[in-house]
């Protein structure tokens, strides 16, 4: 079905109003002076270059990074697995595989930063990359959740049967054949994970403490005491991960039909 005029232009014009934002705060950390402004007077990396000086910015993308892998794992891991069982479990259990890896979802995330900080007080386990880590995987989860019940909904039952008739018990062919049909979706969903995580500021808030903090919680308390380029600097950082993360997102699909078609040729 092809779009009409009209629809194009109301796309064309989400989308600027989406994008337009992010161009301004980006084009300002090139400002030579220390004041934020748009158009910016000139052109200089002396911000950039004062963000990847300071220690406590470049322990912040330490921390952020950390934060983001554990997470990504985690929900890599708990999201498949719950996959697997809402796809291939009966009964009860798999409708409460699925709410349990959507539920996350629906739960404001200042209710979950409450709910992990004061669990995480109680048993003694803040501060650190494996405790947030581990806050993230929960918000994350639900992405790796639906594109991998979506991949094990196109795999062919017929190719699972042949494997248990060829003498493969359900472990095995677990193992050999469905996770590596469905592992690229459970990857990009990792991947989308690790993005959440990596701009996620209200659980962070609730579970940071002065000797640990994540890029999002440390652009909060600088902007509180005065908004420089630099921050807009970090933004710009920030935004070129997310969309390299991104792009890498869009090309797995392109690269795995490559794949195939290579394998196929051979």
Do not use: C
């Amino acid at each position: 079905m092809r779009t009409g005029p009209g629809v194009r232009i109301a796309a064309v014009l989400m989308a600027v109003f989406l994008v337009t934002p992010t161009v301004i705060v980006i084009a300002t950390a090139f400002n030579p002076t220390s004041m934020i402004v748009f158009p910016p007077g000139g052109f200089s990396l002396r911000w950039f270059q004062e963000v990847l000086e300071d220690r406590s910015w470049s322990t912040a993308f330490a921390n952020s990074l950390q934060v983001g892998l554990v997470a990504a794992v985690i929900a890599m891991v708990a999201g498949t697995s719950l996959a697997l069982l809402a796809s291939r479990g009966r009964g009860p259990l798999a409708h409460l595989a699925s709410v349990l890896a959507v539920l996350p979802m629906t739960v404001p995330l200042v209710v979950a930063g409450l709910a992990f900080y004061l669990v995480y007080a109680r048993i003694g386990f803040t501060g650190g990359a494996l405790s947030l880590g581990v806050a993230h995987a929960v918000i994350g989860l639900p992405f790796v959740f639906v594109n991998v019940l979506a991949a094990l909904t196109n795999v062919d039952r017929s190719v699972e049967e042949a494997a248990r008739i060829s003498g493969a018990n359900q472990t095995v062919t677990m193992l050999r054949i469905t996770l590596p049909l469905v592992a690229p979706a459970a990857l990009v969903g990792g991947v989308l994970a690790f993005v959440s995580s990596w701009d996620e500021v209200v659980v962070a808030l609730f579970l940071n403490t002065p000797q640990f903090r994540t890029i999002p919680v440390e652009m909060w308390s600088q902007v509180r005491s005065g908004v420089e380029p630099s921050i807009s600097a970090v933004a710009a950082l920030l935004t070129l991960v997310s969309l390299v993360l991104a792009g890498l997102v869009l090309l797995a699909p392109r690269l795995r039909v490559t794949r195939l078609l290579r394998m196929g040729k051979s």
